[in-house]
């Protein structure tokens, strides 16, 4: 099992939250270094059985800290890293990161910094992606809802209009080479999530999260889910994901749990279960031993 999609709440991340202050209002458990963290979820991973895992850095400037992680421990971690393309480094500093090799995952959440993903700015973007086979672009759209900041009682000022799945298409169709990710089943936009996938072969979704978006549809259940998905996408671009973040929480077997008695529900094979849980992940990231 593989898991496509963890935050690395790393002490940059909460450096910027308001530091040992804030993990203390939290009730978190301080990270530490970035290597020592890096050791704490390979033993977290073991414990639960996952043989590797995305590391995604959950604040801009943060890739660093990622990085380090995967350069501690190649054969367990990819690295993803958070970029606004709006700013004025942003294609130098993800062409230099992903040049290293170590990060392979561009993270963009339009909602979060209110761009349009049709912007000439993330096609530069998709430029860079292309040009280096084996990196992805992830890209956050629907419902945007950042716990940790609620949780302290931070403002975020999002704007859901920007992370319409729909607005992927023609970057999806004009860079077929590079793989897009859209993770918790498109966050409230599944309809528009399975059209773009439908529409663009390049175009996966992963399943992190609690899925909580599904109240917004009557009726609808995870199973349900799944089984749409797999109707249109078919098993193999489907990555398994928890959002598993910080400690003392660790990685949320919950979420694995739901989804595996929603694929028991519909009667999935062994073979896309397989897939679901691992194959998929594995390659598309290729293990730093097999490369």
Request: net charge neutral; proline share 5%; with cysteine.
């Amino acid at each position: 099992m593989n898991d496509a999609h963890c935050h690395f709440f790393s002490a940059s991340f909460f450096a910027t939250l308001g530091g040992d202050a804030a993990i203390a209002r939290l009730g978190w458990e301080p990270p530490g270094t970035a290597d020592a963290l890096a050791d704490r979820w390979v033993a977290e991973l073991d414990r639960h059985r996952v043989g590797r895992a995305a590391l995604i850095a959950s604040v801009e400037g943060d890739a660093a800290s990622v990085a380090a992680a995967v350069a501690r421990h190649p054969d367990r971690f990819v690295g993803f890293f958070m970029l606004d393309p709006t700013q004025r480094d942003a294609a130098s500093t993800a062409a230099v990161a992903s040049d290293s090799r170590a990060l392979r995952g561009i993270c963009l959440f339009p909602a979060m910094q209110r761009y349009k993903i049709q912007d000439e700015r993330v096609h530069r973007i998709f430029e860079i992606a292309a040009a280096r086979p084996g990196t992805v672009v992830f890209v956050h759209c629907g419902v945007l809802s950042v716990g940790v900041r609620k949780k302290l009682g931070l403002p975020s000022h999002f704007d859901i209009r920007f992370g319409n799945p729909l607005d992927l298409h023609a970057l999806a169709l004009r860079y077929p080479q590079v793989p897009i990710i859209i993770p918790h089943f498109g966050a409230g936009l599944l309809r528009e999530t399975l059209m773009v996938a439908d529409l663009c072969p390049n175009v996966h979704v992963d399943t992190s999260s609690s899925n909580g978006w599904i109240k917004y549809v009557p009726g609808l259940t995870l199973s349900a889910v799944f089984r749409q998905v797999l109707a249109v996408l078919g098993p193999d671009r489907i990555l398994f994901g928890t959002d598993s973040s910080f400690f003392p929480r660790g990685w949320v077997g919950d979420v694995y749990e739901q989804q595996r008695l929603a694929l028991d529900e519909i009667g999935a094979s062994a073979d896309v279960r397989d897939k679901i849980f691992g194959a998929n992940f594995d390659r598309m990231f290729p293990a730093a031993s097999s490369t």
